[in-house]
């Protein structure tokens, strides 16, 4: 049960974008449409951001947006802003026997 | 409004046993699948356990596999997880949430289990 590879951090300026990335298999990113993203700030819960890979839930910004192209996920965050400083995660459905899988996290740094 | 509250955390043994609740309101609970993710500190989320909506279904992370086991009372609306030969690397919050078909739509704010002797 291999967690699902993202970069460490990413930062960015406001009003820029930013992507992360989800690298994982064709056992779980890229064998099903079931990736969601979480955002987390510190000593928080996480919060949906993204589902089904480029679904967004209600109350989420336009500015929040999920792609996937074969075994890796992408959030992408235009338009930053200061309260986008947080932790992200992806996550993947991954089967009947693992089930789900998150990555590793990746902290998000506005400059 | 939607609520997961999750309790039972606190300071047990390496070997000692625990169980954590978590009460929802707000929705329907025995029409959804509920999921137990963990988070040590410092450290990235991990999925735990998953129980389908009546109860009959369950599934593990290999690291807790027969050591823990999630249950369900529909009728009081509370997930369980009975945590059993407790380990330093079980250290963590632990968040219940609600699973919309695919992703955590709702989660609790956790609860802290700390393995130390």
């Known amino acids: 049960q291999s967690a699902l590879t993202q970069p460490r951090s990413v930062s960015g300026s406001p009003g820029q974008s930013v992507t992360i990335s989800c690298t994982g298999t064709?056992?779980?990113?890229?064998?099903?449409?079931?990736v969601s993203w979480y955002q987390q700030h510190p000593g928080k819960a996480p919060k949906l951001m993204i589902y089904d890979v480029s679904k967004r839930p209600s109350g989420v910004p336009d500015r929040f947006s999920g792609s996937k192209s074969g075994n890796t996920a992408s959030l992408t965050i235009s338009g930053l802003q200061a309260e986008d400083e947080a932790d992200y995660y992806c996550c993947s459905y991954a089967g009947s026997y693992t089930f789900r899988v998150f990555g590793g996290g990746t902290k998000l740094t506005v400059l | 409004e939607v609520q997961l509250v999750e309790s039972g955390g606190g300071l047990v043994q390496p070997g000692g046993s625990l169980r954590l609740s978590c009460a929802a309101s707000g929705f329907t609970f025995s029409s959804y699948w509920m999921h137990w993710v963990r988070q040590a500190p410092g450290k990235g989320l991990v999925w735990v356990s998953r129980?389908?909506?009546?109860?009959?279904?369950?599934s593990y992370a290999d690291s807790v596999k027969g050591r823990f086991t999630i249950s369900r009372d529909n009728a009081k609306n509370t997930l369980y997880l009975q945590m059993n030969s407790l380990r330093a690397e079980d250290t963590a919050v632990y968040y219940c949430a609600r699973d919309l078909s695919g992703y955590y739509y709702n989660w609790g704010q956790g609860t802290l289990v700390t393995v130390s002797s």
């Open positions: 064709s056992s779980d990113v890229g064998g099903y449409n079931y």
């Open positions: 129980i389908n909506s009546d109860g009959s279904s369950t």
